[in-house]
């Protein structure tokens, strides 16, 4: 009688994926993550060094705002999509591949390490640009604060913070004969300014009438030529007033703009990085080496 040795089955399998606790290809990831950024970082300082930039359309002189802001716009989108493609592209070509799947779903895989390249990418560029987003935010404050407080800024001469009802009081205590020291018309006349300033940039006919009198008295001036040195400055004022709030107007739209634009170039930027380390996953499954374009010397 005989005993038969048991048999063994020996199955071969491609690849390690058994062994692997993750398909996520981290190496090939922050390879793409850095391709991407220096990329997007190189192009970007050079489109701001030739004056592509959102901070202000006016950079060129004798160039127009519109046709600057176009073409911010459009090397803007172009370098956004392209350096994620070719980070995506890079993931997708250096990705390990385990072969316990269909292609359909490596293709998954790889288009799925693309988008964790943009991702990353996005995180990057955001601390890097952190600065420079700070300073357009400093941009918009400083012109939205200038608008609100043009006309107050003559009021400096007053040596004092303002109090709400200091303007009221004034007028309480007015008189036919204006204060001779200087320092103390000064005063009143930057209440008096600070106070339109808060409205709508217009002084009233009888504080009109009060400036006339109180230069006069302090200068020496003719009446009509004190009313006449009122009317202008009052014009300065809100000539000031007017070009802050046009300042402030352009930095928000600015700000506006530059935000859509980010977003809607991310969104297509995702869709191009999942397709290019797509297509690099292909090319690394067929071999593909790019004879004709990097040739071997």
């Known amino acids: 009688m005989s005993i038969d040795a048991p048999s063994t089955t020996i199955v071969e399998t491609s690849g390690t994926a058994g062994e692997q606790s993750s398909y996520v290809d981290w190496p090939a990831i922050i390879a793409g993550i850095v391709l991407a950024s220096a990329i997007s970082l190189t192009f970007i300082a050079f489109g701001s060094a030739v004056g592509l930039n959102f901070v202000d359309f006016n950079a060129r002189e004798g160039a127009s705002p519109i046709f600057i802001g ?19 592209y890079l993931t997708g070509r250096l990705r390990r591949r385990y072969y316990d799947a269909t292609e359909d779903e490596s293709d998954v895989r790889d288009g799925a390490h693309g988008l964790l390249v943009w991702a990353g990418a996005l995180v990057v560029s955001a601390v890097v640009t952190a600065a420079g987003v ?25 040596g004092e913070s303002m109090d709400p009802n200091a303007y009221f009081v004034d007028t309480l ?17 930057g209440r008096i300014f600070a106070r339109a300033a ?57 700000g506006i703009i530059a935000a859509f634009l980010i977003a809607a170039s991310s969104l297509v930027s995702a869709i191009a990085a999942y397709w290019a ?5 292909n090319h690394r499954d067929n071999n593909t080496v790019f004879a004709d374009v990097f040739r071997r010397f």
């Open 173 to 189: 205590f007015r008189s036919d004969r204006p204060a001779t020291d200087t320092t103390v018309a000064r005063d009143e006349a």
């Open 277 to 281: 380390a797509q297509k690099g996953g």
């Open 70 to 88: 176009i073409a911010a716009a459009l090397w803007f989108l172009w370098i956004h999509i392209s350096s994620f493609m070719a980070g995506g």
């Open 198 to 254: 808060l409205g709508d940039g217009t002084v009233p006919e009888e504080d009109r009438t009060y400036l006339a009198q109180s230069v006069a008295a302090n200068t020496g001036l003719a009446p009509d030529e004190a009313q006449a040195r009122v009317d202008q400055v009052i014009a300065n004022v809100e000539t000031a007033r007017q070009e802050a709030l046009e300042a402030a107007r352009v930095a928000r739209n600015t």
């Open 134 to 158: 700070g300073a357009v935010g400093n941009i918009v404050g400083s012109a939205l604060s200038t608008a609100t407080t043009a006309a107050s800024n003559v009021a400096e001469g007053a």
